[in-house]
């Protein structure tokens, strides 16, 4: 019985697995009239068990970001809250993850956004897709 028990915590904690620190980097923004733009990065992440904040800012000449996330993992799903500051707009997150990767859906009224985040070591990868102002971001960040 004790196993059992320590496996699902074991699970929920490693959703988030090497994220904790920061994190900076670039990469592109994809713009909805199909322009590119560079974009420098810096992501914070503070975990605590089963529990991950965290803030994204990216910045172009033209494009800013400032995203912020609480967000719980729990039997392999990820479930929470967001807002980008720059726009003022937020809504909730749903999704999975699992030793380090993320696949999540973030909403908000007229506005849905998929979001994977997958780290390995001191690498990072997050793609945003959107039907918005933005239609996709690539960032490669490392510790």
Partial sequence: MAVSAASPSHAQASAFAGMAGTWSGGGTVTLDDGSNERIRCRATYRVIGASMEMVLTCASDAYKINLA?????????????????SRNIGGSIQGRGAAGSL?????????????????????????????????????????
């Fill in 69 to 85: 996330a609480d967000v719980v993992a729990a039997g392999g799903q990820v479930t929470g809250k967001w807002t980008e500051s």
């Fill in 103 to 143: 696949q999540v859906v973030a909403e908000a009224a007229g506005f849905a956004a998929n979001i994977a985040l997958r780290t390995a070591g001191n690498k990072q990868q997050i793609t945003l897709r959107a039907d918005s102002q933005f239609r996709a971001a690539n960032i490669s960040l490392s510790k």
